[in-house]
């Protein structure tokens, strides 16, 4: 097979929504269906030996929670799907949002009780602006929820998109009786089932008749009326529209039961697109160039804690990848040659041997690669959005045992690097100061500390409450700056000046005395970028 066929064959997408939606849950019944796992983990049994497949962090098993993004690749009908499940929470929506720059789909999963919930708009908008086309679950349909067509309703309000149904749900709740596939003229009856695929589906071609309308009663008459009215109502699907993010497909089901999850997967490997080209400052690369580019999304620290680890998840930009071949890091001009590239089942890897533009693959890393570099085969590219926002809240850490001064700085330096939080150095030293969108983060940073590190650290609120990246085309004005406000500038992960501020008049304030000095709430990788369009 040629590199463009290959490349053709990629699917890469990520799983997105609000809390609780389902969206874990969903991502491991995906992986069940498509064969790459044969028992589904309990997302919510905390006390259960089973675990979410995405769910390998010791706090996410606890918690039942998802704080990292995972990465899984598997086949499925001719196609190589590279499924990214990412967190809910805000908290950690940064590691999302840069999930979100690696891939060319997503599914989105909304709580049917709930509808479309903050965050699911948050991280649409970011798809939005990336023009991702957005598949869409409406999961939970065997519990009491709202009526299928205020929820088409609202989803095409709320997010600012045509919605075309695929599937449609006949009953609800204690009532739920199965969905029918509007494409495929027919209905598969819903059977609660949880953690296995039996292949014992029961699917009924001839929805009109009169036995079916006597089993199912009311609930199929409701859905057929419905069905009617909205296949009447809704445009048809347009594939161009789609690709736009201009159109939603809409599947309806119960990811808990394995309902409804076979039309979506078989949905993703027939809509979704494969990989398409990739914009760099210097110029847009093909997906099917022979030569190898890639980026660098996302840093991972203790896969392994054996073995303190840390992998780069390097999204395959153009080209094929070949173990041991020889790259280029852009950012540094070094050359590396990795020869224990894996992919990925969440925790669980595998050695490989080659991969295609569309897929995902993991670097060993020692502190080479940074998040947002460019690998390339010799040619100095930089590939360009990915974000890191100015933090909201902060924290001083000061280490419990002085002696473990080494691990701490080792530790925070690592977590810093995978993006899990913002690591700040003062100018003048003193304790160091972490920089988070929301207090969970710090939560997770102290459990990962204690637990991946054996460093017990305390963290106690700071005084700042702003920060804003700083550069000026004038580096002396730029030195003048920092040594007058030497107090409240530190240096982050990459050592990027940055203006510390107790409250935004005090911001102000700085700004109106330094009119040369920009301040940025954005920046991207390493400095290199900044992009003030998107502070406004």
Same mark, same amino acid.
């Given at each position: 097979?040629?590199?463009?066929?290959?490349?053709?064959?990629?699917?890469?997408?990520?799983?997105?929504?609000?809390?609780?939606?389902?969206?874990?849950?969903?991502?491991?019944?995906?992986?069940?269906?498509?064969?790459?796992?044969?028992?589904?983990?309990?997302?919510?049994?905390?006390?259960?030996?089973?675990?979410?497949?995405?769910?390998?962090?010791?706090?996410?098993?606890?918690?039942?929670?998802?704080?990292?993004?995972?990465?899984?690749?598997?086949?499925?009908?001719?196609?190589?799907?590279?499924?990214?499940?990412?967190?809910?929470?805000?908290?950690?929506?940064?590691?999302?949002?840069?999930?979100?720059?690696?891939?060319?789909?997503?599914?989105?999963?909304?709580?049917?009780?709930?509808?479309?919930?903050?965050?699911?708009?948050?991280?649409?908008?970011?798809?939005?602006?990336?023009?991702?086309?957005?598949?869409?679950?409406?999961?939970?349909?065997?519990?009491?929820?709202?009526?299928?067509?205020?929820?088409?309703?609202?989803?095409?309000?709320?997010?600012?998109?045509?919605?075309?149904?695929?599937?449609?749900?006949?009953?609800?709740?204690?009532?739920?009786?199965?969905?029918?596939?509007?494409?495929?003229?027919?209905?598969?009856?819903?059977?609660?089932?949880?953690?296995?695929?039996?292949?014992?589906?029961?699917?009924?071609?001839?929805?009109?008749?009169?036995?079916?309308?006597?089993?199912?009663?009311?609930?199929?008459?409701?859905?057929?009326?419905?069905?009617?009215?909205?296949?009447?109502?809704?445009?048809?699907?347009?594939?161009?529209?789609?690709?736009?993010?201009?159109?939603?497909?809409?599947?309806?089901?119960?990811?808990?039961?394995?309902?409804?999850?076979?039309?979506?997967?078989?949905?993703?490997?027939?809509?979704?697109?494969?990989?398409?080209?990739?914009?760099?400052?210097?110029?847009?690369?093909?997906?099917?160039?022979?030569?190898?580019?890639?980026?660098?999304?996302?840093?991972?620290?203790?896969?392994?804690?054996?073995?303190?680890?840390?992998?780069?998840?390097?999204?395959?930009?153009?080209?094929?990848?070949?173990?041991?071949?020889?790259?280029?890091?852009?950012?540094?001009?070094?050359?590396?040659?990795?020869?224990?590239?894996?992919?990925?089942?969440?925790?669980?890897?595998?050695?490989?041997?080659?991969?295609? /533009?569309?897929?995902?693959?993991?670097?060993?890393?020692?502190?080479?690669?940074?998040?947002?570099?460019?690998?390339?085969?010799?040619?100095?590219?930089?590939?360009?959005?990915?974000?890191?926002?100015?933090?909201?809240?902060?924290?001083?850490?000061?280490?419990?045992?002085?002696?473990?001064?080494?691990?701490?700085?080792?530790?925070?330096?690592?977590?810093?690097?995978?993006? /899990?939080?913002?690591?700040?150095?003062?100018?003048?030293?003193?304790?160091?100061?972490?920089?988070?969108?929301?207090?969970?983060?710090?939560?997770?940073?102290?459990?990962?500390?204690?637990?991946?590190?054996?460093?017990?650290?305390?963290?106690?609120?700071?005084?700042?409450?702003?920060?804003?990246?700083?550069?000026?085309?004038?580096?002396?004005?730029?030195?003048?700056?920092?040594?007058?406000?030497?107090?409240?500038?530190?240096?982050?992960?990459?050592?990027?000046?940055?203006?510390? /501020?107790?409250?935004?008049?005090?911001?102000?304030?700085?700004?109106?005395?330094?009119?040369?000095?920009?301040?940025?709430?954005?920046?991207?990788? /390493?400095?290199?970028?900044?992009?003030?369009?998107?502070?406004?």
């Amino acid at each position: 097979m040629n590199l463009a066929e290959e490349v053709a064959r990629r699917r890469t997408f990520a799983i997105i929504s609000h809390p609780d939606a389902g969206k874990t849950t969903l991502t491991e019944k995906l992986l069940l269906f498509a064969g790459a796992i044969q028992i589904a983990g309990s997302v919510k049994a905390r006390k259960a030996s089973r675990h979410a497949t995405s769910d390998w962090m010791e706090i996410e098993k606890q918690r039942g929670i998802s704080v990292a993004s995972s990465v899984m690749q598997m086949e499925y009908r001719g196609c190589v799907v590279n499924l990214l499940d990412t967190p809910g929470h805000q908290d950690f929506s940064e590691d999302t949002y840069r999930v979100l720059t690696a891939v060319d789909a997503a599914l989105m999963v909304i709580d049917a009780a709930n509808g479309v919930e903050a965050q699911t708009l948050r991280l649409l908008q970011v798809c939005r602006a990336r023009n991702t086309p957005i598949l869409t679950f409406i999961n939970k349909m065997d519990r009491e929820v709202r009526e299928p067509l205020d929820l088409i309703d609202e989803i095409e309000r709320t997010l600012g998109m045509a919605a075309v149904p695929f599937t449609w749900p006949v009953g609800m709740g204690k009532s739920f009786r199965g969905v029918y596939d509007l494409r495929r003229q027919r209905m598969r009856v819903f059977r609660p089932g949880e953690d296995r695929v039996t292949g014992e589906e029961e699917i009924v071609a001839e929805i009109a008749s009169s036995a079916l309308a006597e089993r199912f009663g009311a609930e199929l008459g409701q859905a057929r009326q419905e069905v009617e009215l909205v296949q009447g109502a809704s445009p048809a699907f347009d594939r161009d529209a789609f690709l736009a993010g201009k159109q939603t497909p809409i599947f309806f089901g119960s990811a808990i039961n394995n309902f409804g999850v076979q039309e979506v997967l078989d949905a993703l490997s027939e809509l979704a697109p494969a990989p398409g080209h990739r914009a760099a400052i210097q110029r847009t690369v093909q997906p099917a160039e022979s030569k190898l580019t890639g980026v660098v999304f996302k840093i991972q620290a203790n896969m392994d804690p054996a073995h303190r680890d840390r992998i780069a998840f390097v999204r395959v930009c153009s080209g094929r990848f070949e173990r041991g071949m020889k790259l280029h890091v852009v950012r540094t001009g070094k050359p590396i040659r990795p020869g224990s590239v894996v992919s990925f089942l969440s925790q669980r890897r595998e050695l490989l041997d080659e991969a295609f /533009a569309g897929d995902i693959i993991g670097i060993p890393n020692h502190g080479t690669l940074q998040l947002g570099d460019t690998v390339t085969e010799g040619e100095s590219l930089q590939f360009t959005g990915l974000p890191f926002f100015a933090p909201e809240i902060f924290q001083q850490v000061e280490i419990a045992d002085p002696m473990k001064s080494k691990q701490l700085k080792l530790g925070l330096a690592q977590l810093g690097e995978e993006g /899990a939080i913002q690591v700040f150095r003062p100018h003048l030293g003193g304790v160091l100061l972490l920089g988070a969108v929301g207090q969970l983060q710090f939560e997770v940073v102290a459990h990962r500390l204690q637990h991946e590190y054996s460093v017990p650290a305390r963290l106690s609120p700071s005084k700042f409450q702003v920060a804003r990246w700083v550069t000026c085309d004038d580096a002396r004005e730029l030195d003048r700056f920092i040594e007058a406000n030497g107090h409240r500038v530190a240096y982050d992960a990459v050592d990027a000046p940055t203006f510390l /501020a107790t409250a935004n008049a005090e911001l102000a304030v700085t700004q109106e005395l330094w009119p040369k000095i920009r301040f940025h709430a954005l920046r991207e990788h /390493a400095g290199l970028v900044f992009q003030q369009r998107l502070e406004s």
